[in-house]
């Protein structure tokens, strides 16, 4: 038992270091991109004590956009050490740390041995490598935050159900309705009282935060993505009563484009379609309506970081769907034989599929290298002041992020004193190369003065320092 201890001790530091590791080295490549940016900005103003102002998405308060107040907890390790890359560290611990309350779970009910290779299937899982490889994510709180509520449904600890399932709540304004399933589980293993009360809360939280808050911090009267679920209705709520009163409708929404179908392969194949015979993939509904009946395909693919709050209840329901499955072996030798066929197949399966995932790249050498291209970035960086306001494109917003004002460079970008570009970046979310040489030759037109132009970056300055604009678009000093 205690070699096994030490053994997901050390699984989570290894996967702690490789995917900060990989993380960090991708920023430096100039890979990571303005979610990036926005949450650094974000978690900088909170360890100053000021308001959340998002230039980068344009929101006066970035809990209007998405509703994580948990983010807070952050801001203290911005007093040691201020860096975009501390946030990558932090989320690649936190997803390390989710296979804690997997590994116990799968302990108790597979023995430590098994319980440490399907921590290790899990930790290795796609939904988590790609969180763990695409910039930060507030998302990166709930795996651990899901795992440790069902491990404590299932041990029936209430010193670890309560304080997860409350923490819910303050990471991201979909969780509430996993906060609601995790009561109707408690429901369905007879913990009636108990389930209301926690199925109760989550509704509460999310008309609360949906209905007003978010609302009210952006200065509107409705939900910013309301229009996500397209012709279900003007928000959640209207699509959850489309849903009732056009089931047939919302179902084949559901299924189509075949794209959705991949994804649900992708999510259960990994663990040999386990978590569909266990009650513990319950909470699990609310996240993949939330996904497959969005009117983004980004939540359809098997890609970024959506799939994270799903990874721990896939993993344990498929625990609580093998253990089951065993008990019906009477022969001892026989059911062990299983446990180990079964486990063994997943670790593997977890790892490569759906292919060409992000942590292997740390096994190349010429990921470790820089470029000369990079070494020219860093050059042009250098010129920006701390203070100045600052227009750049995408992939360079996470290096300059944590100043007032810093946008993204884009027709209709405001006045700055700064414009940055890079050729050799990625010009998202201008189509080309072409269109940022356009923007370019816009503010040149406007008097701005290139101060860096080598290797196909490019610095321009203006003649007279730029007006602050707050992220509503009125101007001050």
Known sequence: MRRSGRGIGWLVFLMTLAYSLFAILRHWHFQSSFDLAIFDQAVWHYSRFETPANTISGHAHILAEHFHPILVVLAPLYWVL?????????????????????????????????????????????????????????????????????????????????P?????????????????????????????????IVSAIGLAAFALIVGWLMPALGGSDHYAFASAYGDLGKGPGSAAGAMVTRPLHALAGLFSPPTKIRTLALWLGPFLFL??????????????????????????????????????????????????????????????????WAVTLMVPLCAILPGNLPVWRLFSAAYYRSSETERTARRALALVPPAAIVVAQDSLTPHLSQRQSIYTLRSGAPEADFVLAGRALSPWPNENW??????????????YRTVFEENGFVVLEAEQPARRTTPGGQEGR
């Open 275 to 340: 978590p569909v015979l266990s009650p513990l993939a319950l909470p699990a509904i609310p996240l993949v309506l939330a996904r497959f009946l969005s009117s983004s395909p980004n939540h359809w693919m098997a890609a970024f970081h959506y799939s994270a709050p799903l990874a721990p209840i896939l993993a344990m329901s498929a625990i609580d769907a093998l253990s089951r499955l065993l008990h019906r072996i009477p022969d001892e030798a026989r059911r062990c034989t299983a446990a180990r």
């Open 434 to 447: 072409g269109v940022i040489e356009g923007l370019l030759a816009e503010r040149r037109a406007r008097g």
């Open 82 to 162: 201020p860096r975009p890359e501390l946030l990558v560290t932090a989320q690649a611990f936190l997803l390390s740390l989710s296979a804690v309350p997997v590994y116990v779970l799968a302990r108790e009910r597979l023995g430590p041995g098994l319980g440490l290779a399907m921590s290790t299937a899990y930790i290795l899982f796609w939904g988590i490598q790609k969180a763990a490889a695409f910039d930060f994510h507030e998302l990166a709180f709930a795996p651990v935050l899901i795992a440790t509520a069902l491990l404590g449904i299932e041990t029936r600890r209430d010193r670890l159900f309560w």
């Open 164 to 196: 997860a399932a409350v923490s819910l709540l303050f990471v991201k304004e979909e969780l509430p309705g996993v906060v609601v399933f995790l009561g109707f589980l408690l429901m369905l293993k007879g913990r009636w009282f108990k389930g209301l």
